[in-house]
């Protein structure tokens, strides 16, 4: 193997095995602490973050993206709702279905994220567009592949149920 192509292959096993991973574990710890600031759960404030980016969207669909019960998301919206960021307006097509909407225009959250993107614009000040539409394609692909790894992984629990974490097999009675 060349240099290049092993230089290459160094540099992508630090991006996977280490700089991802505390880029991710950074990147939580840090919604946490939004959430805190705001008198919100982690989950309450990326089930806001979900209303904002994809709009509108019924409980049940919201349970669906997250893995949340539906007793889940039921405690997350109320919470949501009576700290003022989300409305339930009844389904026009399904009387038993509520969509959920975000109550404000803009949210407090923004508040509180404007000093990180503004340090974040900053950073990407040092890079060329070139750099910038590499940076741009690795989140964009990476964020499709963590939701698609995401349900892989619910739907492999929700088989798994019934078996042991051990074996594998099926619990006898």
Same mark, same amino acid.
């Given at each position: 193997m060349g240099?290049?192509?092993?230089?290459?292959?160094?540099?992508?096993?630090?991006?996977v095995g280490r700089l991802a991973r505390q880029h991710s574990t950074a990147?939580?710890?840090?919604?946490?602490?939004? @959430?805190e600031r705001l008198g919100l759960g #982690?989950?309450? *404030?990326?089930?806001?973050?979900l209303l904002r980016e994809r709009g509108a969207l019924a409980g049940s669909d919201l349970g669906a993206i997250t893995g949340l019960t539906s007793g889940a998301i039921t405690g997350v919206v109320a919470r949501l709702e009576r @700290?003022?960021?989300?409305?339930?307006? #009844?389904?026009? *097509?399904d009387g038993r279905k509520?969509?959920?909407?975000?109550?404000?225009?803009r949210s407090p959250i923004q508040d509180v994220i404007d000093p990180l993107r503004a340090d974040v614009s900053a950073l990407l000040?040092?890079?060329?567009?070139?750099?910038?539409?590499?940076?741009?394609?690795?989140?964009a692909g990476t964020t499709d592949l963590v939701y698609r790894h995401a349900a892989l992984l619910r739907a492999?629990?929700?088989?798994?149920?019934?078996?042991t974490r051990v074996t594998g097999r099926t619990a006898s009675k």
């Amino acid at each position: 193997m060349g240099a290049a192509r092993e230089s290459k292959n160094k540099l992508t096993d630090e991006i996977v095995g280490r700089l991802a991973r505390q880029h991710s574990t950074a990147v939580v710890l840090f919604h946490h602490a939004v @959430a805190e600031r705001l008198g919100l759960g #982690p989950t309450d *404030h990326k089930c806001l973050d979900l209303l904002r980016e994809r709009g509108a969207l019924a409980g049940s669909d919201l349970g669906a993206i997250t893995g949340l019960t539906s007793g889940a998301i039921t405690g997350v919206v109320a919470r949501l709702e009576r @700290a003022g960021y989300l409305r339930r307006e #009844p389904d026009p *097509h399904d009387g038993r279905k509520q969509i959920l909407h975000l109550a404000l225009e803009r949210s407090p959250i923004q508040d509180v994220i404007d000093p990180l993107r503004a340090d974040v614009s900053a950073l990407l000040e040092n890079f060329d567009a070139h750099q910038l539409t590499a940076i741009a394609e690795f989140l964009a692909g990476t964020t499709d592949l963590v939701y698609r790894h995401a349900a892989l992984l619910r739907a492999e629990t929700i088989s798994d149920m019934g078996r042991t974490r051990v074996t594998g097999r099926t619990a006898s009675k």
